[in-house]
């Protein structure tokens, strides 16, 4: 952090003037501080965690100053560029569409890129409109934080006004993709960084990959990447809420997600994962190298209203956009010790919703593969027709009613353009702990909902998810996920 560049405007004067005179500006490789003016620099801002940026009363007042601004512009013209509106209509429009359409950056390789090009764009409009070159738009650490932070929920903030329904539970452990009953996730801190490969090859492995699935591809498939099926869409559902009519918060619809100032905030958090994920080299060298992949552009708006060009390859180096994250650790300190998924009883759950006992394989007697991966799969799932995150529990099958067992995952269902976003049939959970445990022995899956109402008053009820059958598959040691 002792190179944060604070208060030397003078390296961004190029780029500033341009926001004057209304350029077009254009960010091609050729075009990071190499040619023409550019929204990408390359002198280095630390993104910082919201709570060690909120420490700085001043850089806090100066963020909000700017998003209220932006938000007042709305209010007077919803046209116009510099205003919130406009940056969460980006959103809208590349997310908020049918899962098929070709401009569709979600359930496909190009969620991480293109979100990442969105967020910087998104904080060298605040900085720009702030004055504050300093400006790097601040993450929600979800792992260590599990409420909403301070900063982004203090009444009368620019940042915490949105449409939010949040329960007042905090997030659970499985929400966030925490696994304290498995070594190999628990070490992790998120469970989704263990997936080995970026891009999947076939739609089977969509849910197992970091990147997700080539657009366009032969199989016509798409579907979350590991990522963005937990803990991306959980931590989406629990901010957002439904109330008690029924109706989703801003961030439980694709629609209004970005409307909510802490969506970039929580992809932020969701982008230094990427980062995290990126630090081993392994991992990195399977993201994708094809002209395909990092030739395709995104278009956003500039604040004159002229359209920025970002191409996936100006944006896989963070240092091209000017930014680092403050740390890479899951975990600010120490893990959070989440609410134990045995001690809480069935009673505080929506009933079930799903429910299968199965016989759990045997282990292979000789040369057990420790890399190997046990998965747990729920196929033809049809799609929800309302807002939910579902908790997944095994427990023995002789285990009493009322026990919920053991979380070994959830997901969620989120609204898009008036209806349930479900690109996926096939969901997918590492239940590697847990079959080893009850190797050999008759199991129960029960798919139980997490409260997402304010209150936690009225008791909430979900129908039945039709689904095709559970089953447990080994995934290949070493190999493709
Ligand atoms: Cu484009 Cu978290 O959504």
Redesign the pocket.
């Known amino acids: 952090m002792n190179d944060h560049p604070h208060g030397n405007s003078a390296l961004f004067t190029p780029s500033r003037r341009s926001f004057v005179e209304g350029t077009t500006v254009i960010a091609g490789a050729a075009a990071l501080g190499l040619a023409s003016p550019s929204v990408f620099g390359q002198t280095p801002r630390i993104r910082m965690d919201i709570v060690t940026f909120a420490q700085d009363p001043t850089r806090l007042a100066n963020f909000e100053a700017a998003v209220q601004e932006m938000k007042d512009r709305s209010a007077a013209d919803e046209n116009d560029p510099r205003g919130w509106l406009a940056v969460a209509n980006d959103?809208r429009d590349?997310?908020a569409i049918s899962t098929g359409n070709a401009s569709q950056?979600?359930y496909c390789y190009w969620?991480l890129a293109?979100?990442r090009a969105?967020i910087s764009v998104t904080e060298r409009k605040i900085r720009a409109i702030s004055g504050d070159d300093s400006f790097s738009y601040p993450y929600w650490n979800w792992s260590s934080d599990r409420h909403i932070p301070q900063a982004f929920a203090r009444s009368g903030s620019s940042l915490s006004n949105a449409v939010r329904y949040t329960p007042s539970r905090g997030l659970q452990d499985d929400e966030v993709d925490y696994n304290p009953d498995d070594p190999v996730l628990r070490a992790l801190g998120v469970a989704a960084l263990s997936a080995r490969r970026f891009q999947a090859t076939t739609p089977a492995r969509i849910s197992r990959s970091f990147g997700g699935i080539a657009r366009p591809n032969s199989f016509g498939a798409y579907g979350n990447n590991r990522l963005?099926g937990t803990p991306?869409g959980p931590v989406?559902v629990y901010v957002g809420g439904v109330s008690d009519e029924g109706d989703p918060g801003d961030m439980t619809d694709?629609t209004t997600?970005?409307r909510d100032p802490i969506?970039f905030a929580?992809?932020g958090n969701?982008d230094r994962l990427w980062e995290a994920w990126r630090q081993d080299p392994a991992r990195r060298a399977t993201e994708p190298t094809s002209n395909t992949f990092l030739n395709h552009r995104f278009v956003f708006t500039w604040i004159d209203g002229a359209p920025i060009e970002v191409s996936v390859s100006d944006v896989l180096d963070t240092t091209n956009l000017g930014y680092a994250y403050d740390s890479l650790d899951v975990f600010r300190t120490a893990p959070v010790a989440g609410p134990m998924a045995s001690a809480e009883s069935a009673s505080t759950r929506p009933p079930a919703i799903g429910r299968q006992t199965l016989r759990v394989p045997l282990q292979p007697e000789a040369a057990p593969d420790e890399s190997a991966r046990k998965i747990l799969e729920i196929t033809d799932v049809e799609a929800p027709t309302q807002p939910m995150t579902v908790s997944v529990f095994v427990k023995p099958a002789d285990a009493p009613a009322d026990e919920l067992g053991t979380s070994i995952g959830a997901f969620s269902a989120i609204r898009s353009g008036g209806q349930i976003a479900w690109p996926t049939q096939t969901l997918t959970f590492d239940i590697t702990a847990a079959a080893k445990k009850y190797a050999g022995e008759q199991i129960t899956v029960q798919l139980i909902p997490q409260p997402i109402r304010p209150q936690g008053a009225a008791p909430e009820t979900y129908p039945q998810l039709k689904f095709g059958q559970m089953r447990i598959v080994t995934e290949g040691a070493g190999g493709h996920q």
Do not use: G, N, Q, S
């Open positions: 959103h590349f997310c950056i979600h969620f293109w979100h969105f963005e991306h989406h694709f997600a970005a969506f929580h992809h969701l």
